[in-house]
């Protein structure tokens, strides 16, 4: 009997650190979490600088250098165009060293920022932490208010720029003002 009330209490405990753990997952209508991370442009980003100025994305990838990541880096890369005429700052983000992303943007030619995240505390913030340790391939669109628009789970990665531009103008994301 006390096997049984052993496994049923190790069962409730578990069942609670999942409940909690979901409980606390971000979610659309969310304030994002703050973050301040180095950029492979030498930048560092925070999401206080561009609150109430512009809305940004973000596209968690597991591993630089790694098939379905170089994919995605290069649509961006390649497809970037679609996304610089809408008012929005974009980013492709990791839990890899700064020097790692670094190598992997140039070789991949991208012409935008990717956030080195090697603490992971911003990935676990954003709830895109895997329990494996990498970050899971989530897109995060934030409002010029800072509170998340959308969270895309499922993306592809050969058509990531476009469909990042098609998300962010169904999301009524205006064209960028030419000055």
């Known amino acids: 009997m006390t096997a049984i009330k052993t496994l049923f209490s190790t069962v409730l405990i578990s069942l609670a650190l999942l409940l909690s753990a979901t409980a606390s997952a971000l979610e659309v209508g969310d304030q994002a979490p703050g973050f301040s991370l180095q950029a492979t442009d030498g930048k560092t980003y925070s999401l206080e600088q561009f609150h109430n100025k512009q ?10 250098f790694t098939s379905g990541c170089t994919i995605e880096c290069k649509s961006l890369a390649q497809n970037g165009h679609l996304l610089k005429r809408l008012d929005v700052t974009y980013f492709m983000a990791s ?14 030619d991208a012409d935008f920022p990717l956030l080195s995240d090697p603490s992971k505390k911003v990935a676990k913030a954003y709830d895109v ?3 494996y340790g990498l970050p899971k391939r989530h897109t995060i669109y934030i409002g010029k208010d800072g509170k998340v628009l959308f969270i ?4 592809n990665a050969a058509t990531s720029a476009e469909d990042m531009a098609a998300k962010l103008e169904e999301l009524g994301i205006p064209a960028r003002q030419t000055s």
């Open 55 to 64: 809305a940004i994305v973000i596209a968690w990838y597991p591993k630089a």
């Open 95 to 108: 839990v890899d060293a700064l020097e790692d992303n670094q190598a992997f943007a140039e070789e991949n």
């Open 152 to 155: 895309d789970r499922a993306i």
């Open 129 to 131: 932490l895997a329990l």
